[in-house]
């Protein structure tokens, strides 16, 4: 179940991560993939928090 729980990655320099391919792995080993939308947010499952969440990012090159 998809929650409205977001949290936004960005760059350094501030600028938003927008429609970058992305994996977060929990602790226990599972693993959620998705995108960022357009304005560098990440979407979490309900009753996940970022607490031991690992993030991938999936593809090469800079961020869209």
């Not at 501030?14 to 979407?43: M, S, W």
């Not at 979490?44 to 970022?50: A, E, K, R, S």
Request: with cysteine; charged share 25%.
């Amino acid at each position: 179940m998809i929650s409205p729980c977001r949290s936004s990655c960005s760059r350094a320099h501030h600028q938003p991560i927008r429609n970058r391919a992305y994996a977060l792995v929990r602790k226990d080993g599972a693993r959620f993939e998705g995108r960022t939308d357009g304005d560098g947010f990440v979407t979490l499952q309900q009753g996940m928090t970022l607490e031991g969440l690992v993030l991938e990012w999936l593809e090469h090159g800079d961020p869209a």
